[in-house]
């Protein structure tokens, strides 16, 4: 099994591309998904945020206001680093887990759909595919302010708070433009995913895997055996 590494940008369509993976039965992990979950009143991650950003922050609910923060971490590019070392950890952290999992029920590849994946730059060593899913730069804008009800500068300041789609573009290896209508965008999906399945990366990852898990169990049964006789 391979990891392919999924970003876009704010209103590029994202989810429009994901929506279509995931109808062709494919293994996806939401790092948003996660984001959401890791920041519930019962984790620890819940309680440095309240911490460090107040309890201004906070619902009638008690839980937290992700609208109210992320204004407050797009205006402020130290607040939004801050809430990246509190969160990121535990995100990965259960990335993993769900690795592991599609791993052992035999995915050739797993989607890593991850928002900031070319801003960290952390992640991207550890994908063997990155795909950007973009739009142009005028689109993108009318999407954002259209669906989140913004005005013209305020959509154009949280578009600014990312790198630009441009240069995301020439950091991916596949490039979806959603620029155009939904079955322009979803013939796209169904090319690269058919050429996904078709290589023949997993085979490597997985004897690799197997290698190491057979070497380690090797390694046990002889300490066993030095042990006990």
């Avoid at 797993?110 to 950007?132: C, R």
């Amino acid at each position: 099994m391979f990891l392919v590494g999924l970003s876009g940008g704010i209103a590029s369509g994202k989810s429009t591309v994901v929506a279509v993976f995931r109808e062709l039965g494919c293994a996806v992990i939401d790092a948003d998904v996660i984001a959401r979950q890791v920041v519930q009143p019962r984790f620890l991650a819940y309680q440095q945020i309240v911490h460090n950003f107040g309890s201004e922050i906070l619902l009638e609910s008690g839980e937290i206001n992700r609208e109210a923060l992320g204004n407050i971490i797009f205006s402020h590019p130290e607040k939004r680093q801050l809430l990246n070392a509190i969160t990121h950890p535990k995100i990965q952290k259960e990335m993993l887990k769900q690795i592991f999992k599609y791993f052992v029920l035999g995915y050739r590849y797993v989607i890593l759909d991850i928002p900031l994946l070319f801003e960290t730059n952390t992640l991207t060593k550890f994908m063997k595919h990155t795909v950007l899913v973009y739009s142009d730069p005028q689109t993108q804008l009318s999407r954002l302010m259209k669906r989140n009800g913004l005005a013209q500068a305020e959509a154009e300041a949280r578009i600014a708070s990312q790198l630009p789609l441009d240069e995301k573009r020439k950091l991916a290896d596949h490039v979806i433009d959603n620029s155009g209508d939904w079955e322009s965008t979803r013939r796209q999906v169904l090319r690269l995913h058919s050429r996904l399945e078709d290589s023949l990366d997993f085979l490597l990852v997985r004897l690799v895997a197997v290698t190491a898990v057979a070497g380690i169990g090797g390694l046990v049964c002889f300490l066993l055996r030095h042990f006990l006789s």
